[in-house]
């Protein structure tokens, strides 16, 4: 669904792990081109799991990755 505040619409994929439901990552079809992003490892803070390290890559149509666009490391999460 296309909300009124945002100029186009974006398809996303969620991915899950099935054994252990982590979302591994995501996919986004942008009006220009696909976006992967993948969860490459995790941490666990105050009982809550989050990303800690991801890296986004531009695919094409048929899934397959074209380049690395970003790597990022999350961490100094805070749970208060």
């Known amino acids: 669904e296309q909300h009124g505040n945002h100029s186009n619409q974006d398809n996303w994929d969620l991915y899950f792990d099935t054994q252990s ?29 989050f990303p800690h390290l991801r890296k986004s890559y531009r695919v094409n149509e048929q899934g397959e990755k074209l380049f690395l666009r ?3 490391e999350y961490k100094d999460y805070e749970v208060e």
């Open 21 to 49: 439901y982590k979302m591994m990552g995501y996919q986004v079809q942008h009006d220009d081109h696909i976006s992967y992003v993948l969860n490459e490892s995790f941490m666990t803070v105050g009982g809550l799991l």
């Open 70 to 72: 970003a790597a990022y």
